[in-house]
């Protein structure tokens, strides 16, 4: 005998009508319902421009000890970066910088491509207080380099980029010279503040602050 399949009565026109209309209408209620959601979902993720800002970290009495002992010849210095994401809460965490005793003037001489003529590129002055912090993380890739007292120059260990102890590019395949970082005097104490920049590229264009 041959196999008899059995189907589904659909009803009529007007029964298949009503639900096809009411499945649309399930659908479109649960999608309403689900932007209603995720709206407010997605702006609980989105930072308040509150959140994110340059935040300044003060140097400790050790610290401050510390950065004085700097002299031509750089030293590392450590302190705790105050950070603000907008994404997480508040957090302390340790960082370090290079600090030399160098001055406004002696940029000028060294590094004249941070100045540009009628104005500086950097928006804060540079040797101030008489010290200068330069960023640790090198302008090329991204790699922290390290002052080789041996040879008196700042190496990257990643990829030969060499620089003197005030920044200037000596060898290798960064675009640009070390980055300087921001010190201010506040109320009789010191703070800095960090800054994160685009790699592998002559200009100092800011990604990040604080």
Not at 89 to 107: H, N
Request: aromatic share 10%; charged share 20%.
């Amino acid at each position: 005998m041959p196999h008899a399949e059995s189907y589904a009565d659909p009803g009529t026109p007007e029964e298949q009508s009503r639900r096809t209309f009411m499945v649309n209408a399930v659908m479109a209620l649960g999608g309403v319902i689900g932007l209603g959601l995720a709206v407010p979902l997605i702006t609980s993720l989105v930072p308040s421009p509150e959140a994110v800002g340059n935040e300044w970290s003060p140097l400790t009495a050790d610290e401050w000890a510390g950065l004085q002992k700097a002299t031509d010849k750089p030293i590392k210095v450590t302190f705790s970066l105050h950070e603000v994401d907008g994404y997480l809460p508040p957090a302390d965490t340790d960082q370090f910088v290079w600090a030399v005793k160098a001055t406004e003037a002696d940029f000028k001489a060294k590094r004249p491509e941070l100045f540009a003529s009628g104005g500086d590129k950097l928006p804060y002055p540079v040797g101030y207080m008489g010290f200068t912090i330069f960023s640790p993380i090198c302008p090329h890739l991204g790699c922290r380099y390290s002052w080789v007292d041996a040879q008196s120059k700042f190496i990257c260990p990643c990829h030969g980029s060499e620089y003197t102890n005030l920044g200037e590019h000596l060898a290798g395949p960064a675009p640009r010279g070390l980055d300087p970082l921001p010190l201010r005097d506040m109320n009789g104490k010191a703070e800095l503040t960090w800054i994160e920049y685009k790699q592998n590229t002559p200009d100092l264009v800011v990604l990040r602050i604080g």
